[in-house]
């Protein structure tokens, strides 16, 4: 087990940086996962705690080790990737065993540890299956088996469950979350994927064009996500924004109004901000007694319902798209998502009225991004420390 800690890392590549003064602090057995989209930077900074690539700049300790120009072989590390190469002459004691036997490690103590290892992700009984013999999930699971059995202070998983079908990535999520319990081994996680992200991990870092967002508890990024990145990355769907202007009484748009004292809020009225709400914060006035504080009302038309089991999407047209039928589009200051209950009568084409709980509306600013209030009715004034670290 280790603490792992980059301070300043930084990766260039001729035109791109990759990677920009990124500063983490990841405690001893703790589970983090790095999150964004495709480009953002999760895959170097991955390969630099491996010793896979070389920063330009800053440092990675390991434990109390400064391993920044050490090999992977000397770092105390075990890699999982997405890509699961499995010897195909092998059988699973032998492919577990693998490095072991080149380290030549003695028999016994090789057999104590295959055991272990197998016995931990569950493959007991099939030391003696080949790999064409066995599902996606068992693969995946004779892979990390073999990261396990090189007792390392930090797993290192890139994608790992990328390439399975849904239902088994469901599945294997719950089982590094055991693995991660049995072993209180540091597990550093690489997906795109915020779902994985959110039900694993103790923190996650959530990157953006190789800048570090935020680095928070799963539910702190959800529910006080640092800027409109993080809102809008973290949660699915996604939160509703709409862009307008703080005034002396609350927040102004083309389409719609929220009153609320403002005396809070750290721009001056006049100042453009961006209002986020999340789907489940907007309430049909049939269920407006379920919201904490709910605004005055809003009128919309009903373009399309997503009926979920659980809950009902519903996509809303504001103001003069309402009635034009070109709805479905969240992303405009003219639509909004919201989820209600399944018991709910709402149907398409109704012209309906809503509210937005003041307790979850975000307020984001034009000018930089960063996230102003969460909850305007509690007016906590300042938005959590954007990058810092919880407290504890
Ligand atoms: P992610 O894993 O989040 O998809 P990467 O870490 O792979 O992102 O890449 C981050 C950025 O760095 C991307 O713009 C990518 O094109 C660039 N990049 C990554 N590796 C190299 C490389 N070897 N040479 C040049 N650019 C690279």
Redesign the pocket.
Known sequence: MARVQLTDVT?R??D?T??DEMNLDIRDGEFITLV??????????M?MIAGLTKPSDGTVTIGERDVTTLPPKDRGISMVFQNIALFPHMDVYDNISFGLRLRNYEKGEIDRRVEDAASIVQMEGMLDRMPDEMSGGQRQRVAIARAIVREPDVFLMDEPLANLDAKLRVHMRTELQRLHQELETTIVY?T?DQAEAMTMSDRIAV?NR?ELQQFAAPLTCYNEPANEFVAGFIGSPAMNFTNGDITASGFSSTHYDASFPTEGVAVAPGNPVTLGVRPEDVYPEEFIEDAVDPTELIGAEVDVLEPMGDEIFVYLMLGEKAGSGMGGDVSGDDSLLMSVSPDSTIAEGDRVEVALDRAKIHLFDDATGEALVHGVSRRTGAATDARGEEAE
Do not use: I, Q
Request: with cysteine; aromatic share 4%.
């Open positions: 990766k590549y001729e791109v990759a990677v964004g989209p495709s480009g953002c930077g999760k895959s170097t900074t390969e690489v795109h990157l190789g």
